[in-house]
C-alpha cells in the first residue's frame, strides 16, 4: 500500500491514475464480453497460424521455444511478479510472415510481447517498434520493471518506450511516425471500453484498410465487437490460454 501511495503522489502519475481507478467504475459487460468471444471463436492462436503458412509456423516453434525459456530464466531472477505475457506467438509470426515497417504495441509490463517483437524484426532485418506502458504503481521504483525482458536486446535502437501512460505515449507515437503508418496495432493494456476507443481514436490517422489490429482480452468488455460490427469488419476472434484475442486486417481475410 505505501508504494502505491508513494507512486500516486509523483505529479507526474497521480492523474493517470486517478483516471484509471474512475473507469474501474465503467459498466461491467464480461459476462456478455466473454459469451459473445466464445461464440464467434473460430481457432485457436495457433491454429490461425498453421492455416496462414503452416510451414513457417513449424519452423518457429523451436524459436518460440527458447525464447520462453529464455525469459522465464531471467524473470526467475527477480523478487517481484510481473504478470503475464501478451500474444507473442502471434506477433512473432505475424512479423516473420508479413515483415512490417512500425509495430505500435501497448502494455509492456514485463517485456514478453516486445522481447518476441524485437528478435522477429531482427531477423527480419528491419522495422520499428513503438511502445506505449505506464508503471506498476504498486512495486517500489516500478520504472525500472517495464521491458525488463527486452532491455539488452541488440537492436535496441530500434525500439521506442514511452512509459507516460497511452493518452500521452500514444500521442507522441503519432508525431514520431510523421508521415508513416502503423502496420501492426497490439493492443494490451487498459482494459477499459473507453481505454480502448480512446486508443483507437489517437491512433486513427497512422491507421489504414491494411493495419493489422489485435486486441488482447476482449472478453472483458465489449469494445471488440463493437468496433468490427460498427466499422463492418472482417475479423478472427482465437482462443489463447482460456482468454480471447480479436484480430482485423484485410491481408489475413
Not at 15 to 38: D, G, L, V
Not at 106 to 111: E, I, N, P, R, S
Request: charge should be positive; proline fraction near 1%.
Amino acid at each position: 500500500m505505501i508504494h502505491i501511495f508513494l507512486n500516486i503522489i509523483k505529479k507526474n502519475y497521480f492523474f493517470t491514475i486517478f483516471k484509471k481507478i474512475i473507469k474501474r467504475f465503467e459498466k461491467n459487460t464480461s459476462a456478455e464480453a466473454k459469451q459473445w468471444a466464445i461464440l464467434n471463436t473460430s481457432q485457436t492462436v495457433e491454429e490461425f497460424c498453421s492455416s496462414i503458412d503452416s510451414l513457417l509456423y513449424d519452423k518457429i516453434k523451436v524459436d518460440i521455444k527458447l525464447i520462453e525459456e529464455e525469459a522465464l530464466n531471467k524473470l526467475s531472477k527477480l523478487k517481484v511478479s510481473l504478470g503475464g505475457g501478451g500474444n507473442y506467438i502471434l506477433l512473432y509470426f505475424l512479423i516473420l510472415k508479413f515483415k512490417p515497417l512500425n509495430i505500435v504495441e501497448t502494455g509492456v509490463a514485463a517485456g514478453w510481447s516486445s522481447l518476441f517483437i524485437l528478435r522477429a524484426l531482427k531477423k527480419n532485418g528491419k522495422g520499428y517498434l513503438f511502445s506505449s506502458d505506464f508503471p506498476y504503481f504498486r512495486l517500489k521504483n516500478p520504472e525500472q520493471y517495464i521491458g525488463y525482458l527486452a532491455q539488452n536486446e541488440i537492436n535496441k535502437h530500434s525500439w521506442f518506450l514511452d512509459i507516460r501512460g497511452d493518452d500521452l505515449a500514444l500521442q507522441e507515437i503519432v508525431n514520431r511516425l510523421k508521415n508513416s503508418e502503423i502496420d501492426i496495432f497490439h493492443y494490451d493494456s487498459d482494459k477499459s471500453y473507453s481505454g480502448r476507443s480512446k486508443s483507437l481514436n489517437i491512433l486513427s490517422s497512422k491507421i489504414n484498410s491494411k493495419t493489422i489490429i489485435i486486441f488482447d482480452d476482449i472478453q472483458n468488455n465489449l469494445h471488440f465487437r463493437d468496433y468490427v460490427y460498427e466499422h463492418k469488419k472482417n475479423f478472427h476472434v482465437l482462443e489463447f490460454q482460456g482468454k480471447y484475442v480479436g484480430i482485423v486486417g484485410c491481408e489475413l481475410l
